[in-house]
């Protein structure tokens, strides 16, 4: 069944980086000197004088008192700033000479006393946001950027695959304003967008890895918080609720990524493989993709984390070198259009299993193996549960009539044929 990919959230602009803009971050405008306004001339105080008998003549009035005002009390501003632990109380006037009377500076308004509790966030944010690591890679002539997150003290590093990409090693910074450390990739899972990277465990001492939750315990409503590096930015947290769960997402191989939680946490390209944590700051997702309206490229509120179980499955697998093989049946699905359950086949692949074993465009496959299949969603979470090599058992509705077929599941291809 064709579905609609979700944009993955990676920063892969070579502007993205300071090397790449000598030196001036992207999303800070060009700066240009302030023209310089007229200093005034200041006096030391002159001592006083017994008022003269007859009357002087002052000079006339400015013909732009308050432009001339303006600039002297700009100086004050500025002469206070670089020297207001030196002085306490300047003397200056106006410029009508008849005017000129020696005042004090008003003193700031007073702040409110007493603190405030940090909210649930802030504590989730100290508490985790040391194990949130930027993650950079070189593809080319440009650099791509992404986020990652240590969770052991061995220096395990989880990301997305999209991030990492073909790369052997990437480039990590494990705090704001710190150096990039090299990394090895020790493995890539395009079918969940999983992949791991090592640290030296030197580098990462100190630091609290997260741990992982059990995501098939996440209820909607539920609170969320998402760290990351947001388009090149440093380190950034946002918050939200777990909108959804049990959604489906394209893999970046092309096949669908099951038991994906959604949020409304805002999260933006750059924070692709950072975590998604729930309130005691354990990780239920990694997230992955966000959804767009229109042409835009931005947060629309509905975002996608691959599920803490899937990472838990898979990151020992990776870690231990095993290339992870699926099973495969070799069709795709939509559900029926007449009334009924069951999951309709649109499409089988040539020569794969399903078509060895039977299967036709048009049938309506009702079960697999002893699984009740009510939808599309359900065939391929009925065959994930298999091996490559495994007979399974499927039964289709084939013009009115019921059939059951023998099938011999495949190996996953790397990409949807």
């Known amino acids: ?30 700066t240009r000197p302030l023209p310089r306004e007229p200093s005034p001339r200041l006096r030391a105080p002159e001592p006083p004088v017994e008022p ?41 006037g106006d410029d009508d000479p008849q005017r000129a009377t020696a005042t004090t500076v008003a003193p700031p308004l007073p702040a409110a006393g007493g603190t405030i509790a940090p909210s649930s966030d802030a504590r989730l944010y100290a508490q985790a946001n040391r194990a949130v690591v930027s993650v950079r890679v070189r593809s080319g002539s440009g650099v791509g950027s992404g986020t990652g997150f240590l969770i052991d003290r061995d220096g395990t590093v989880v990301t997305n695959s999209h991030v990492v990409g073909d790369a052997k090693t990437v480039q990590v910074r494990l705090d704001d304003g710190r150096d990039f450390v090299s990394a090895e990739v020790r493995g890539t899972d395009p079918s969940t967008d999983l992949a791991v990277v090592k640290l030296d465990a030197g580098d990462v001492a100190g630091i609290t890895p997260l741990q992982l939750a059990e995501s098939d315990t996440v209820k909607v409503g539920d609170r969320a918080l998402a760290i990351g590096y947001p388009l090149g930015l ?32 805002p999260i933006n390209p750059g924070n692709s493989g950072g975590p998604l944590l729930d309130a005691a700051g354990r990780v239920i997702g990694v997230n992955s993709q966000i959804a767009t309206a229109g042409g835009g490229g931005g947060n629309v509120g ?53 078509d060895r074993g039977g299967v036709r465009r048009g049938d309506t496959i009702v079960r697999v193996g002893d699984q009740a299949i009510s939808g599309s969603d359900d065939v391929a979470a009925a065959i994930s549960g298999n091996r490559p090599g495994d007979q399974i058992e499927i039964r289709v509705r084939r013009n009115g009539d019921v059939r059951t077929l023998q099938v011999t599941l495949g190996t996953r291809p790397e990409t949807t044929p």
């Open 1 to 30: 069944m064709s579905r609609r990919r979700h944009p993955s959230l990676w920063t892969d602009r070579p502007d993205d980086w300071p090397e790449a803009r000598h030196g001036r971050r992207r999303e800070d405008p060009p």
């Open 302 to 354: 509905i975002g996608f984390a691959v599920p803490s179980d899937t990472v838990r499955q898979v990151v020992p697998r990776l870690l231990a070198g095993e290339k992870i093989d699926r099973a495969y049946l070799g069709v795709s699905t939509a559900d029926p259009l007449t009334a009924g359950v069951g999951a309709e086949v649109a499409t089988v692949v040539s020569g794969g299993p399903a």
């Open 52 to 92: 003269p008998t007859e009357r002087i003549p002052t000079e006339p009035p400015s013909r732009h008192p308050r432009r001339r005002r303006t600039a002297l009390a700009v100086g004050l501003v500025a002469l206070l700033a670089g020297t207001v632990g030196a002085v306490g109380v300047l003397a200056l």
């Open 234 to 265: 440093d380190r950034t947290a946002t918050s939200g609720i777990i909108s959804g769960i049990g959604r489906r997402i394209e893999a970046p191989n092309g096949f669908s990524i099951d038991k994906v939680i959604q949020t409304d946490a």
